[in-house]
């Protein structure tokens, strides 16, 4: 995956607050009050940062935790994951691994095959629909 490098300035510029916020800052959505939570349209999930595709809405589901939720990425290579030890909690981090936004965490809860939930917030994303 080819990393994309900006400065701050640059991600501003480009990024709406929100979006700035969130895959910039590490910050979260509240739950339910992302664009797209209960949207189910078929298409890709790219990275609202750097278009990177991160997500097919194949494995998109209605996990019921307030955010769009996938059982698994578009690919082995397309995010990465890190420890997050914020907020005295333990979870497991979400990057895009094209320009290193925080999309979300990924939770070991999901449905089979995977088991696994990526909570990803909706200002991460962009969806470009088949």
Same mark, same amino acid.
């Given at each position: ?12 510029? =480009?990024? !709406? ?10 910050? !979260? =959505? ?20 750097? *278009? ?13 935790? *307030? ?13 990465? =994951? ?9 979870? !497991? =981090? ?5 320009? *290193? ?8 809860? *999901? ?20």
């Amino acid at each position: 995956m080819p990393k994309i490098d900006k400065s701050e300035q640059e991600w501003r510029q =480009e990024l !709406t607050p929100e979006q700035y916020r969130v895959l910039r800052e590490k910050g !979260t =959505e509240a739950p339910f009050s992302g664009e797209y939570d209960h949207v189910f349209e078929p298409g890709t999930y790219r990275c609202a940062g750097c *278009g990177a595709e991160l997500f097919d809405s194949d494995a998109k589901y209605d996990s019921g935790c *307030g955010w769009p939720a996938f059982s698994a990425p578009a690919g082995d290579e397309v995010v990465e =994951e890190e420890t997050d030890a914020s907020y005295g909690m333990v979870r !497991t =981090e979400v990057l895009c691994a094209s320009c *290193g936004g925080h999309l979300g965490h990924v939770f070991p809860d *999901g449905p089979h095959p995977t088991g696994l939930r990526y909570c990803i917030n909706s200002a991460s994303l962009k969806l470009d629909e088949r």
